[in-house]
């Protein structure tokens, strides 16, 4: 019992400690510091070290990558509907997956979830890294579905650097996990490039379904609903399938097909 309150008390304090640590150095919003806060206290309170090494290992990297990057692209704010600072749904939609899979485990314990965890962190890392290192310098970007040039920073862009900055970002993820992952090596393999696969699917739900507008005055595709102070127009997409929908439903198709894979060389 006593056990217990100090893990839950030392949950509590590093969560507050790494989303106070965040949001006063503007990597989250106001709103995606309290999603961080209650999530990071699930994850490290019902996943212990185990659970939260990997979580952290998304989180940190991608918060410096973030900004880092904010800096230098300022021009990437028109295009994207949120720049810099993570809010409460971005938050949700990079860890929510996480902090339920860290939940279901605790009541029906069995490593196949953790797999799946480490797998759609690798995906987020995997997107992270390859949206916010890609558009760093300017850099040829296609169209992922038809090749075509594409402005840098446009949803469903892809570039050659882009690749290899994601498997950067889920080798980090999944490399971080090597203590638990104690099953088939080929499983680590599936694991990083799982986070390639996914963050191609977000590309390709980037270049399809996902919501665009276009500013009537400067005529600049965007994901903004407002460009210029004035309405933007919508040209393309489902209007409520936004960046957060992209990533969280890239995340859960690649996890579906990392289990899928994982279940035929099992
Ligand atoms: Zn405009």
């Given at each position: 019992m006593f056990s217990l309150w100090i893990k839950l008390i030392i949950s509590f304090s590093l969560a507050f400690f790494v989303s106070w640590v965040a949001f006063k150095r503007e990597f989250l919003t106001k709103s995606g510091a309290v999603a961080t806060f209650f999530l990071a206290v699930v994850i490290f309170y019902y996943g212990g070290i185990k659970w939260s090494i990997p979580v952290l290992m998304f989180f940190l990297p991608s918060s410096f990558l973030s900004k880092l990057n904010n800096s230098k692209r300022s021009g990437f704010q028109n295009i994207?509907?949120?720049?810099g600072s993570r809010d409460f749904w971005q938050v949700s939609a990079n860890g929510g997956a996480g902090g339920i899979l860290v939940l279901v485990n605790h009541f029906i314990p069995s490593e196949t979830w953790f797999y799946l965890y480490v797998a759609y962190l690798s995906i987020m890392s995997a997107d992270t890294w390859a949206t916010e290192l890609g558009t760093l310098k300017s850099r040829k970007t296609y169209n992922v579905l038809t090749f075509r040039p594409v402005e840098q920073g446009i949803s469903g862009g892809v570039s050659l650097f882009g690749i290899f900055a994601s498997l950067a970002g889920s080798s980090v993820v999944v490399l971080s996990a090597l203590p638990w992952l104690t099953g088939n090596p080929g499983i680590i393999f599936l694991l990083i490039i799982t986070g390639l696969l996914g963050s191609l699917i977000d590309s390709v739900l980037g270049a399809t379904v996902q919501v665009q507008y276009k500013c009537g005055n400067c005529f600049a595709v965007t994901e903004r609903k407002k460009h210029c102070n004035i309405e933007t127009t919508k040209i393309k997409g489902i209007s409520w399938f936004n960046n957060d929908w992209v990533n969280f439903s890239a995340g859960i198709t690649g996890i579906l097909i990392f289990y899928l894979i994982g279940k035929l060389f099992a």
């Open positions: 994207f509907e949120k720049a």
